[in-house]
């Protein structure tokens, strides 16, 4: 295998037994996304000499038998709402904005001797959809590369799809880390909400935004996050609902797939039974979006007052759609959020995880200028499985399970109850290792 | 001009936000929308509602 498609821990374990520079890797790494990067957009800012630096620091300490961990020396990358060097948040409006201090997350990879390539494209504030006529270009899905490698954290979804980063850090409000990996063929992975920082990422929804790991591999998340989890678990035992209810609406190829890979779950052993959330996918969108405008709206309305220029048309809309919800409207959505918590915490008495789609539709051509808001603010809205885990706060993964037959990547999404992410990751690395899409890359980037 | 449009003019205004004659017809076409989420959340949020006795 190509060692731009090797997985985050192959590459960390090779250059911890010192048979892999990682010089030569982010040489390798900076060289690719020269050569793609172009065609497919997902990077904004490439801090090329500052990583070969990083790489060359950490060569020296490996070298000198100073190991620091599974990212000493491993090329990453961070969504372009992180501070960190130039953050637009995909935003004319910071078109030129430069951070003066560090998130969290960015401290933290540092410490951990990461290499950091850049910042990767995002939908403008980690919201709105990107066009042909953005700003900033949008990202391109490298399984076709007029379609959309879906968001917010686009440029993460495209990057690692290609092999551009063995590992990148989204942000995630109402599964703009799972939606990318489903439309990108890679894994996405939310953590219990505060499980990982959000100091020093631009804000969208504060009570529903999370920091979230991806990567092409379950493990390979888990290792960005730090989160430990069973390897070896398996699937036997493991008891899987499957919200039936909850999922009807979507693609027919993605119920297939999604329907093939619960079925692959029961065959490995895990028990797999039907279970009634009680309530829809659009119910929960709404529920999810109304809070997420709202609190939008109320961070941006100070610039909004301002006149100040920037905002890119969908964007702008929303905003001032937020500032049309009444305030009993955002407690009702909050009150509606506390009964799908209370409502999950006794599904999951009875249930390790449930399996449901990460999203009921393949990436979509990008749109060649804004879309109306009324493709945003629906009664009908594509079906986005997402927001839930969001809500409830608990832990999700999306892992790729197969292709529609257009040869675009479908996404099965496990969720679980919160501060147990380690079932999650477990289960879903085990249904990786049993399905081998991990091993499936873009045709035309090989 | 036409209700909405002249409410969700009014009370951008009152907050201090301009908005265009374009914008406002967006805002129009999406707002029936957006009043059936919030009956959505409502309906969600009625089993967490204490009500007043009777």
Partial sequence: ?446 | MAEPEESIRRRLEELGVRVSPEELRELASAYPALLAWMGMAEELARDEDEALPD
């Fill in chain 1, 1 to 446: 295998m190509n060692l731009h498609y090797r997985s985050l821990l192959e590459v960390s374990d090779l250059m911890r037994a010192k048979q892999l520079s990682p010089v030569e890797l982010t040489r390798e790494m900076l060289d690719r996304i020269g050569r793609l990067n172009p065609s497919l957009g997902a990077y904004y800012t490439i801090f090329a000499d500052q990583a070969l630096a990083e790489a060359s620091s950490a060569e020296s300490e490996i070298a000198g038998g100073r190991w620091r961990g599974p990212l000493h020396g491993v090329p990453i990358a961070f969504k372009d709402l992180y501070e960190l060097g130039p953050t637009t948040a995909g935003s004319k409006l910071l078109a030129g904005h430069v951070a003066r201090r560090e998130a969290d997350l960015v401290a933290r990879a540092r410490a951990d001797g990461a290499v950091i390539l850049g910042k990767l494209a995002t939908h403008e504030f980690g919201l709105a959809a990107a066009t042909l006529a953005d700003h900033f270009p949008p990202a391109r899905n490298p399984w076709d590369p007029d379609r959309t490698p879906g968001g917010s954290s686009t440029g993460a979804g495209t990057a690692l799809a290609v092999g551009m980063a063995f590992g990148a850090f989204g942000t995630d409000t109402g599964g703009s880390v799972r939606l990318p990996a489903a439309f990108s063929g890679v894994v996405g992975y939310k953590p219990t909400f505060g499980l990982l920082s959000t100091k020093g990422l631009i804000p969208l929804s504060p009570s529903l935004d999370h920091a979230g790991p991806m990567a092409r591999t379950v493990a390979d998340a888990a290792a960005l996050g730090s989160v430990p989890f069973d390897s070896d678990g398996g699937l036997r035992g493991l008891r899987v609902g499957v919200p039936r209810d909850f999922w009807t609406a979507g693609d027919p190829q993605v119920r297939e797939r999604v329907e093939a890979s619960i079925k692959s779950l029961a065959g490995a052993g895990a028990a797999v039974e039907d279970v009634s959330l009680g309530f829809s996918v659009v119910q929960v969108m709404a529920t999810g979006y109304l809070i997420t405008m709202s609190e939008a709206a109320a961070f941006h309305l100070a610039t909004l007052r301002s006149g100040r220029a920037g905002y890119g048309h969908e964007f702008g809309l929303v905003l001032r759609s937020g500032l049309l919800v009444p305030g009993h409207s955002y407690v009702h959505a909050q009150k509606a959020r506390a009964g799908i918590s209370r409502r999950m915490a006794e599904v999951f008495e009875s249930h390790d995880v449930l399996a449901m789609p990460t999203v009921g539709a393949f990436a979509d051509p990008l749109p060649p200028g804004p879309r109306p808001l009324t493709k945003r603010i629906s009664e009908q809205p594509t079906p986005q499985y997402t927001w839930l885990a969001n809500l409830y706060g608990g832990p999700a993964v999306s892992v790729p399970c197969g292709f529609t037959s257009e040869g675009l990547p479908v996404g099965l999404q496990l969720m679980g109850r919160p501060h147990d992410d380690a079932t999650v990751l477990g289960a879903a690395h085990a249904y990786e290792q049993a399905a081998h899409w991990r091993d499936m890359h873009p045709p035309r980037w090989p």
